[in-house]
């Protein structure tokens, strides 16, 4: 096929994903479950082509075009879930952020999550395309942790963590950890992941033998939490945004 021949434009599943629908991954569910259409017709594959989204209705709703990519970083205090809703009724970051973000920001997709009882650094867009690509184990996005926890380690045993650990049966790749400061039997350790697989830095430090009693992430790639105050939000500035689009495109290639 000729460069010519090949159809115009991208897949619909991106398309929905950059204009914040979803992340690519739940478009591709709702196709599957036939809540999208083009022009009254239901699709039946996330793989179609379309040049814009002009006719495509998702739950029988038209969708507009896409906005602008926008990140903001939150700083997540504990208490609460990582959802837009809770079955069993806990506050969700979703009720601060009603709060926290200025009036008429789109709708915000949380990058990677923060279990209920971990706080500090919640980066949020209206962009799945790039949630997908800041998730992505491929991508090698390191987000870095503090961690106060009570027992005996030593430095060994954390540099050790560089080569990765199996628990239970996971393999937690590549960690990079380092001891920040100990009074006691209570230590601050400092560690970097790149995997974020569920609750991975709890479960890593428990294998050590240690008692987590306060975790904070200080970092996810290129954006710091710095002393931004709990429950506060920021607009990461566009040219940074673009900066990482460009970085995270290189690497995926």
Do not use: C
Request: proline content about 6%; aromatic content about 4%.
């Amino acid at each position: 096929m000729s460069q010519s021949d090949r159809p115009q434009g991208e897949r619909i599943a991106k398309l929905l994903a950059r204009a914040g629908i979803a992340s690519r991954r739940e478009v591709e569910r709702m196709i599957d479950a036939g809540r999208v259409a083009i022009d009254g017709k239901v699709l039946e594959t996330p793989a179609t082509i379309i040049p814009n989204l002009k006719g495509v209705t998702v739950d029988g709703k038209p969708v507009g075009r896409a906005e602008p990519t926008r990140v903001f970083a939150f700083h997540k205090p504990t208490g609460l879930i990582t959802a837009e809703y809770d079955p069993k009724g806990r506050p969700t970051i979703y009720t601060a952020l009603r709060n926290a973000l200025p009036k008429g920001t789109p709708r915000l997709m949380p990058i990677g999550r923060l279990d209920m009882n971990t706080e500090g650094l919640l980066l949020l867009t209206n962009d799945g395309e790039l949630k997908r690509a800041l998730e992505l184990p491929s991508s090698n996005v390191p987000r870095t942790y503090r961690a106060r926890a009570f027992g005996d380690v030593t430095q060994d045993q954390l540099e050790a963590l560089i080569e990765g650990v199996t628990i239970d049966g996971m393999h937690y790749g590549r960690i990079d950890a380092d001891m920040e400061r100990r009074t006691g039997r209570n230590q601050w350790i400092v560690m970097s992941i790149t995997e974020g697989k569920n609750r991975e830095v709890r479960r890593v430090l428990e294998h050590l033998g240690l008692e987590v009693n306060r975790l904070i992430r200080v970092g996810y790639g290129p954006f710091e939490l710095g002393d931004m105050p709990r429950g506060t939000a920021m607009e990461i500035p566009q040219l940074q945004v673009e900066r990482l689009r460009k970085q995270l495109g290189r690497e995926n290639k």
